[in-house]
């Protein structure tokens, strides 16, 4: 891990390991390496390049010594442990989806809280193109006539309706908690 850690501060060319098929290979053959490439094109991966060393990394999530796959429930990057995996850095939201009907559907069917919407390695950017978008996050899940499909597409609505400076709060709102203030 020495090794993976010490290109970070570089040009974010990281991590080795896990970026070379034939030496995953090795290790665990068929293990996907492009996570790496993904990283670099996230939110996160911008942050680093930009030099803040706060911003998640794949240490974070995965750990760096007992680290385990993700399919193991002892994992921090186990589906149900998730979100809370990025509510340390981002509190208030992960409060929201806790209050919120996903956070029990999500975890009850082993789906991976935060990533459904945002990813996991290749961590998309929050903003209301998300949710108002031409292709927003709700209709991965949501047919556009189904229930969920219909209250997205109303919220969605009222978020394109208010001035831009309120527009991020209630996409934050409406996305994480499923409901949208007067």
């Known amino acids: 891990h020495t090794r993976c850690l010490s ?3 570089s040009d974010v060319s990281l991590p080795i390991c896990h970026s070379d098929a034939a030496f995953m290979g090795k290790y665990k053959p068929g293990l996907r390496t492009d996570q790496a490439a993904l990283y670099r094109k996230s939110v996160h991966g911008e942050q680093l390049v930009k030099g803040n060393r706060r911003t998640a990394n794949c240490i974070d999530c995965h750990g760096i010594h007992n680290i385990r796959a ?3 429930p002892q994992s921090p990057a186990y589906p149900s442990r998730l979100a ?3 509510g340390a850095c981002h509190g208030e ?3 929201m989806f806790q209050q919120s ?3 029990k559907v999500f975890t009850t069917s082993g789906m991976a809280g935060c990533s459904v ?3 996991s390695h290749g ?3 929050a903003g209301v193109e998300m949710f108002t978008g031409a292709k927003p996050v709700c209709a991965r899940c949501h047919a556009a006539s189904s229930a969920g499909g219909q209250a997205a597409a109303s919220m969605a609505a009222k978020i394109a309706g208010l001035a831009p400076a309120d527009r991020g709060a209630a996409t934050r709102e409406a996305a994480h ?3 949208l203030s007067p």
Do not use: F, M, Q
Request: proline letters at 4%; one cysteine or more; hydrophobic letters at 30%.
């Open 7 to 9: 290109d970070w501060s």
């Open 117 to 119: 919407c945002h990813s």
């Open 70 to 72: 993700v399919d193991d």
């Open 101 to 103: 009907p996903h956070a």
């Open 123 to 125: 961590t998309e950017r």
């Open 93 to 95: 939201i992960a409060k």
């Open 177 to 179: 908690a499923l409901r």
């Open 84 to 86: 809370g995996k990025c």
